[in-house]
T-cell receptor, first 116, second 116 residues
Framework: DTGVSQNPRHKITKRGQNVTFRCDPI?????LYWYRQTLGQGPEFLTYFQNEAQLEKSRLLSDRFSAERPKGSFSTLEIQRTEQGDSAMYLC??????????????FGPGTRLLVL | AQKITQTQPGMFVQEKEAVTLDCTYDTSDPSYGLFWYKQPSSGEMIFLIYQGSYDQQNATEGRYSLNFQKARKSANLVISASQLGDSAMYFC?????????????FGTGTRLTIIP
């Protein structure tokens, strides 16, 4: 079973540009999550999908951020008009349809974004 | 709302010694789960151990054990016989266990360095 994959692994962009990240969850995992991790901090929850439905969004997810999971498989996270404060690691995670309380979210390697 | 506090920004431990990483939490939810993750320099969050608030016994997973003291709201991670490969960031996290809640709340982490 392959793990969660994220592309690209690194992205450098100029302020004001748009960027899009992709996450491929573990096969048959119906839940998918996005987190943001800034330097020296733990991950912060951004949003969560169950199949193709976006069920929760953090207030951290400003209007410039949009996430989609159109077919209930892979997901994309787009940031429009990037700002230097968007520089962070963006982590994706997935979890299975049937699980116990102790089932973890399985994390990908992250996409590290640097906005110049 | 949940809050996780990790007061040790960094720790240095001699190889083969045991180490305790501190974690305290705050929540008003009656049922919750506590998780520990390891994040090596590659960035991926690796699940280590889980403790449910309703569990009577402390969780153990190989060299990892969780010292859960519910009255003190602490969930310390104990690593026995530390190895060089244990050098990484360690994050404590929690999730309130009510229907529909998928959000993990993380602490700021502890950087553990194992000295040969």
């Amino acid at each position: 079973d392959t793990g969660v994959s994220q592309n690209p692994r690194h992205k450098i962009t100029k302020r004001g540009q748009n960027v899009t990240f992709r996450c491929d969850p573990i096969s048959e995992h119906n839940r998918l999550y996005w987190y943001r991790q800034t330097l020296g901090q733990g991950p912060e929850f951004l949003t969560y999908f169950q199949n193709e439905a976006q069920l929760e969004k953090s207030r951290l997810l400003s209007d410039r951020f949009s996430a989609e999971r159109p077919k209930g498989s892979f997901s994309t996270l787009e940031i429009q008009r990037t700002e230097q404060g968007d520089s962070a690691m963006y982590l994706c995670a997935s979890s299975p349809r049937v699980r116990g309380d102790g089932e973890t979210q399985y994390f990908g390697p992250g996409t590290r974004l640097l906005v110049l | 709302a949940q809050k996780i506090t990790q007061t040790q920004p960094g720790m240095f431990v001699q190889e083969k010694e045991a180490v305790t990483l501190d974690c305290t939490y705050d929540t008003s939810d009656p049922s919750y789960g506590l998780f520990w993750y390891k994040q090596p320099s590659s960035g991926e969050m690796i699940f280590l151990i889980y403790q449910g608030s309703y569990d009577q016994q402390n969780a153990t997973e190989g060299r990892y054990s969780l010292n859960f003291q519910k009255a003190r709201k602490s969930a310390n991670l104990v690593i026995s016989a530390s190895q060089l490969g244990d050098s990484a960031m360690y994050f404590c996290a929690m999730r309130a266990l009510f229907f529909g809640n998928e959000k993990l709340t993380f602490g700021t982490g502890t950087r553990l360095t194992i000295i040969p």
